[in-house]
């Protein structure tokens, strides 16, 4: 009871509480009232209250991740516990030993897609751990990687696979991820895959792909990337960038690609005819697919229309699915022709047919203001500056003639040739840092104009897809120690070298007195551009070459037209009134004119796939395969292209650099493309 009654001394001070203080004394006043805070302040203190406990909910849930992603958490292979029943989770009773890809009830309408637990993948760790003989752990290896989700790109892609793999050039490995529940042993059989094609399979696909929602799919894509990453570092990722491949599954790759910065190649649709020529090239080459970039230059002439006009559309009729579209620079002259004016209003670029989603231009037409024709030293300086290379390295640029026609297979062969002998494994140190550039086109000329280029011996076909009508001899590529004019594309520290050396070599022109006569000497015709004559003395000194291809090769990418040539302008007003025939002209000179008239000298083209027109099955012939030619079109070795390069480089020296033993030595150390070494009379 003693809870629930008051002691009799409780009671007494209960009593003290109610008496009155008849003097006023005592801790309590007669009037005395509790302190109460004004209405206004407590709302205000609650409103504070409120409005921090909402930043810091907001702070929390959407606090950044500054750590790792976690998705990047190490793989959650077979062994671990499966999901219950908890949280609406599937539960399954298999234990570990038994594990195998979960599979769903069989139902007539799809599963509901409501899953969104932790991603375990049951069948991958087997196989990343049994490829370490292909040097995985290692950051450059010959890895490359295939990866589909949707059954559909997999078909797309593993023919393209298989031929990779028997090219033995590269470790090549296919991943499947997705809903899929697809034997990887049916996807082979369904596909006509078997040994022969030398590929790696992985199952990467998630438990309960079926009942997954798409984000844990996507989720799911980037977690199985970044572990095969980690236990494969493959130098090229290759997926099916079209609209048949799942969306999950392309953000999930494009992701992660953007987080490791790895080189994703996302293929077009029917990339089986476009880019079958991509399975000749190795891991590193490959590497490079999406870090290169080609610049197009067009230098128009005066009194050009018709030829500018087949030029732009033989571009636009091009295919570009290998890259992004080249940006184009068209470079006009004071006048412009009426029918060039009409053309270029309606011009596009890049090309409808071309995918442009946000209808980005990348066309820039400069036109010049002066109204006089440029002398020798301004068009070459104009012309030069047309270009910057943002990352030497990586930036080219395309040099096209007006009187050029390309094929529509130009830019693959392009990008073939550059990837194979620019950035590949196979490509030697001392021949890839010879290469001035690439040229579409075949000469048939040397560069005075006059006389005939002999091309090198025809090699004997080694496959029977080699052979021509004529008993098995098939045209070859080479090099030439002479760069052209009409199609050529420029490697970008080349041209940076090439524009130091111009600049020098003008100031140098005006500073000596009398001028050298290697400054002075005209050794290219007054066919080509000024330009053309300082990209030979480079040549020449450096001891460069250019890659021009075979007969059979040239007619499926360039040809230079004649029947409507027009001069350079810094040439037009020397040259326009020379006849083409002089009075005592004998009968062979008249018959040679008349048929240079008649047919002119050019190559027809003849447009077929690349690798139809590329001799030895498709495949590029190495640098130390290739025929090699002087600059004056005589047959020679490296050994003899050095030491004449030695021996020009020397006279230049001393002749135009007034180079001694001393200002020498001070120059040993060369700036990185600059010609600094060459001029000791300048800084």
Known sequence: MRGFFMSDEELGKKDDDHKSFKNGSGLRQPNWHPARVPPRRSLKRIG???????????????????????????????????????????????TPSSLSRP??????????????????????????????????SMVTNRNVLFVASSLKSATMLLPIACQ????????????????????????RRLNGIDASCQIIFHDARPDYGQMSTDDRMENA?????????????????????????????????????????????????????????????????????????????IHAVPGASGSLIRLLRSLSNADYTSSSVPHLTIELPHDIDTPT???????????AHVYNPTNARFLSLRHRIPRQRMSEEESSARFLESFWPSQPANSHVLVLSPQAELSPEFFHYLKYSLLEYRYSASSTYQHNRRLFGISLEQPLQLLDGKEELFLPSPLKSTTSGDKDEEGGEISTSFLWQAPTSGAMLFLGEKWMELHDFVSRSLEAKQDLDPIPELLTEKVVSTQYPSWLEHALRLARIRGYWTLY????????????????HTLPEEYANRESSKPLLAEDASEEEIEEVRQKI???????????????????????????????????????????????????????????????????AKLKAKENLSTQDLFCTTD
């Open 48 to 94: 504070i209250v409120l409005l921090v406990a909402v930043l810091v909910y907001l702070f929390f849930k959407n606090i950044p991740v500054l750590g790792p992603d976690p998705r990047m958490r190490r793989p959650s292979y077979p062994g671990s516990e499966l999901p219950t029943n908890a949280d609406g989770r599937p539960a399954s009773d298999r």
């Open 103 to 136: 599979k769903t009830r069989p139902a007539k309408n799809a599963p509901e897609r409501t899953y969104n637990g932790p991603v375990r993948y049951l069948e991958l760790a087997q196989t990343l751990h049994a490829i370490s003989g292909t040097r995985g």
């Open 164 to 187: 990779m793999g028997i090219e033995l050039r590269n470790y090549v490995h296919f991943a499947l991820m997705g809903r899929s529940e697809i034997d990887i042993r049916e996807l």
């Open 221 to 297: 894509v980037f977690r199985a990337f970044h572990h095969i990453f980690n236990y494969m570092h493959p130098q090229a990722i290759l997926v099916d960038g079209s609209s048949d491949e799942e969306p999950f599954f392309l953000r999930g790759a494009q992701q992660h690609s953007n987080a490791k910065k790895d080189t994703l190649i996302e293929l077009p649709r029917k990339a089986t005819k476009r880019l079958m020529w991509l399975t000749k090239l190795d891991s590193q080459a490959l590497r490079m697919w999406n870090k290169n970039h080609i610049d197009i230059l």
């Open 341 to 351: 004016k009409r053309f270029l209003e309606s011009f596009t670029w890049p090309p």
């Open 549 to 564: 291809p075979g007969k059979d090769t040239a007619m499926n990418l360039a040809t230079t037209h004649s029947e409507l």
């Open 598 to 664: 008649k047919t002119g000298l050019e190559i027809p083209l003849a447009p077929v796939s690349l690798l139809d027109s590329l001799p030895n099955g498709g495949n590029l012939r190495p640098f130390t395969d290739l025929p090699i030619l002087t600059w004056d079109g005589q047959p020679a070795e490296v050994e003899t292209i050095h030491s004449l390069a030695t021996e020009y480089a020397t006279g230049f020296k001393e002749k135009v650099g007034r180079c001694d033993t001393t200002t020498e």
